[in-house]
């Protein structure tokens, strides 16, 4: 709707996973870095954490496009409240590729599931699990089935694993995996995703307008994409939100440029509606 009106090809906003908006702040790139280290030198599990919204899933988007060809499949657990044998059946349903019978049971599935890593390793490949909200795995059960898989082939594939596990969610992920203590063990590499600075958050604002056309210098103020970062707390979601609702007003009242109190003016609205 404003885009025509900020002499943009998109929204640059937007809140959804899309690679050429992925900026590579320092604390993202070194998460990304830290990932594909772990992965590419076949290590067992990794566990990255962060505030909702800090960009956990642009960062396994970028390290699922980035791995290299042997490294494969890559699958993703997007909802981890499962029993221990429903997680079982997802994950080698996810792994395969294929789907086992409504009644197969646990014992089935973890054959069908070791036969393929054989046949993976055989092929010089190494798979990736990725579960999203990690920190929802509270029941023991859960993570101790996870922690077994990684026993599978795992000296045919001379490595720590057949393919590497990586958690991601909340900052209490930290503590859920500590509760199993072997799985912790497991973990070659936590990450804690931090907020960006101001000066992170400057440079995530240009990088997203640029990307839709524009230029943030001729949209935004310097005091504006400040308060931007203040009240968002650097944290990319957040930062999203208040600068699509401010290129919006800006439309609407024809403005030539956001400044700090169209900022402020939508951060009071979002306030006031949000419980």
Same mark, same amino acid.
């Given at each position: 709707?404003?885009?025509?009106?900020?002499?943009?090809?998109?929204? +640059?906003?937007?809140?959804?996973?899309? +690679?050429?908006?992925?900026? +590579?702040?320092?604390?993202?790139?070194?998460?990304?870095?830290?990932?594909?280290?772990?992965?590419?030198?076949?290590?067992?599990?990794?566990?990255?954490?962060?505030?909702?919204?800090?960009?956990?899933?642009?960062?396994?988007?970028?390290?699922?496009?980035?791995? +290299?060809? =042997?490294?494969?499949?890559?699958?993703?657990?997007?909802?981890?409240?499962?029993?221990?044998?429903?997680?079982?059946?997802?994950? !080698?349903?996810? /792994?395969?590729?294929?789907?086992?019978?409504?009644?197969?049971?646990?014992? !089935?599935?973890?054959?069908?599931?070791?036969?393929?890593?054989?046949?993976?390793?055989?092929?010089?490949?190494?798979?990736?699990?990725?579960?999203?909200?990690?920190? /929802?795995?509270?029941? =023991?059960?859960?993570?101790?089935?996870?922690?077994?898989?990684?026993?599978?082939?795992?000296?045919?594939?001379?490595?720590?694993?057949?393919?590497?596990? *990586?958690?991601?969610?909340?900052?209490?992920?930290?503590?859920?995996?500590?509760?199993?203590?072997?799985?912790?063990?497991?973990?070659?590499?936590?990450?804690?995703?931090?907020?960006?600075?101001?000066?992170?958050?400057?440079?995530? *604002?240009?990088?997203?307008?640029? *990307?839709?056309?524009?230029?943030?210098?001729?949209?935004?103020?310097?005091?504006?994409?400040? !308060?931007?970062?203040?009240?968002?707390?650097?944290?990319?979601?957040?930062?999203?939100?208040?600068?699509?609702?401010?290129?919006?007003?800006?439309?609407?009242?024809?403005?030539?440029?956001?400044?700090?109190?169209?900022?402020?003016?939508?951060?009071?609205?979002? *306030?006031?509606?949000?419980?």
């Amino acid at each position: 709707m404003y885009e025509s009106h900020w002499n943009l090809t998109a929204r +640059p906003f937007e809140n959804w996973s899309d +690679p050429q908006y992925y900026y +590579p702040s320092e604390v993202h790139q070194t998460a990304l870095l830290k990932l594909r280290y772990a992965v590419e030198n076949r290590r067992a599990a990794v566990a990255m954490c962060g505030d909702s919204g800090i960009g956990k899933s642009l960062i396994v988007d970028a390290l699922a496009s980035q791995l +290299p060809e =042997p490294f494969m499949p890559v699958a993703r657990l997007a909802f981890p409240q499962l029993s221990g044998d429903q997680l079982l059946g997802y994950v !080698t349903d996810e /792994l395969t590729g294929t789907t086992g019978p409504n009644d197969e049971t646990p014992r !089935t599935a973890l054959r069908r599931l070791d036969s393929f890593f054989a046949d993976n390793v055989e092929a010089g490949r190494h798979a990736v699990l990725i579960v999203d909200e990690a920190h /929802l795995l509270m029941a =023991p059960e859960q993570l101790e089935t996870l922690r077994l898989l990684l026993n599978l082939q795992r000296s045919q594939a001379r490595a720590e694993a057949a393919w590497t596990l *990586v958690l991601v969610g909340h900052a209490t992920l930290l503590s859920v995996i500590e509760r199993n203590r072997a799985l912790d063990e497991r973990m070659n590499v936590k990450c804690m995703l931090s907020r960006m600075t101001a000066e992170q958050t400057a440079g995530y *604002v240009q990088h997203r307008i640029q *990307v839709a056309g524009g230029d943030a210098q001729r949209i935004f103020t310097s005091e504006a994409i400040e !308060t931007l970062h203040v009240r968002s707390g650097g944290i990319p979601r957040r930062i999203n939100r208040l600068a699509d609702l401010a290129l919006m007003v800006g439309y609407a009242e024809e403005l030539d440029r956001i400044e700090t109190p169209h900022v402020e003016g939508v951060h009071q609205e979002l *306030v006031t509606v949000t419980p």
